[in-house]
């Protein structure tokens, strides 16, 4: 189990740019692909990115050239860089495994965009 802790949300205008972190409790280096979530009131939750060990990526079309996930295998990290930031966007943002089962999901982190 990867047991990720989230961090990096926060208040940000429209427009705006966010990085966010996640640190695994455990080596993610033979975890096929993680993966950045988020939840909106009212919505399920969602796989917003993900990332392969080898660094292909895979965004669904409501970020795609605003959102870029990565991951560095080394220190246990994945990162999640949003630009161009909408009220669409608001949400509590998870990291997890995208491989079955994942992990238990973490607290998340809260991301709000409002003028």
């Known amino acids: 189990q990867v047991r990720p802790v989230e961090s990096g949300g926060g208040l940000v205008q429209p427009g705006g740019s966010l990085r966010l972190s996640c640190a695994a409790s455990?080596?993610?280096?033979?975890?096929?692909?993680m993966g950045w979530y988020r939840q909106a009131p009212g919505k399920q939750r969602e796989l917003v990115a993900a990332v392969t060990s080898g660094g292909s990526t895979n965004y669904a079309d409501s970020v795609k050239g605003r959102f870029t996930i990565s991951r560095d295998n080394a220190k246990n990290m994945v990162y999640l860089q949003m630009n161009s930031l909408e009220p669409e966007d608001t949400a509590v943002y998870y990291c997890n495994q995208v491989d079955y089962p994942p992990s238990p999901w973490g607290q998340g982190t809260q991301v709000t965009v409002s003028s």
């Open positions: 455990r080596s993610i280096a033979s975890i096929n692909a």
